[in-house]
């Protein structure tokens, strides 16, 4: 059974950071490509980013709003993957999906207020 | 980056059939833009029900096909059930990044 947690959301403050992580299983997470969406209160899915497999050049892509801020990173030997967002602003707060865009976490929620 | 644009809103009566669209403001959606779409609930993740323009996971109901159509990549919903009653979301390539579109509430009714 395929599945994908998510882990490291809560309570941030304006300009402050957060990691989240999401641990996989039940599929080659090698192969891979892994990707973070994002969903504030009330609204739409948003595209924040993704990180290729490791042989297709391991790179990765961001969304406008959090390129330069957020890095998406990877750990094949802990079938793990991550998303650091630094500078976080109140815009950023949202629930937090990591994704392959066939499966699915259940998201982790990020709220960024003072 | 690409604006991609959904219906807002659609309803279909039960047993009916319904077409959602995805559009780009780039240009014609074509297969080289790995359209997907996913199926959310309230309250719920989203769940995908097509990839790469047309194909399916082990999941997906029969009734539920994907296309291009006019220029656009489409879901067609064949024999709506009250349970398809959720919002839609489909997502394209553009220029090494993904973009969702606004997404389609549905309506079964």
């Known amino acids: 059974e395929v599945q994908l947690v998510e882990s490291g959301g809560g309570l941030v403050k304006p300009g402050g950071s957060l990691r989240l992580s999401c641990a996989a299983s039940g599929f080659t997470f090698t192969n891979a490509w892994l990707t973070w969406v994002r969903q504030a209160p009330g609204k739409g899915l948003e595209w924040v980013g993704r990180i290729k497999s490791r042989t297709d050049g391991g790179t990765t892509d961001y969304a406008a709003p959090v390129k330069g801020r957020f890095t998406i990173s990877r750990d094949d030997s802990k079938n793990t993957f991550f998303l650091q967002m630094n500078s976080l602003k109140t815009e950023d707060t949202a629930v937090y999906y990591c994704?392959?865009?066939?499966?699915w976490g259940q998201g982790t929620l990020v709220t960024v207020s003072s | 980056q690409a604006v991609v644009t959904q219906e807002p809103s659609l309803t279909v009566s039960p047993g009916g059939t319904v077409t959602l669209t995805c559009g780009s403001s780039?240009?014609?959606?074509?297969?080289?833009?790995?359209p997907s779409w996913f199926q959310q609930k309230p309250g719920q993740a989203p769940r995908t029900l097509i990839y790469d323009t047309s194909k399916k996971d082990s999941w997906t109901p029969a009734r539920f096909s994907g296309s291009l159509l006019g220029g656009k990549a489409a879901l067609t919903l064949s024999g709506a059930q009250p349970e398809d009653e959720a919002d839609y979301y489909c997502l394209l390539s553009d220029s090494g990044a993904r973009v969702f579109g606004g997404g389609t509430k549905l309506t079964v009714l």
């Open positions: 780039t240009g014609a959606v074509t297969s080289g833009h790995y």
């Open positions: 994704t392959t865009e066939n499966f």
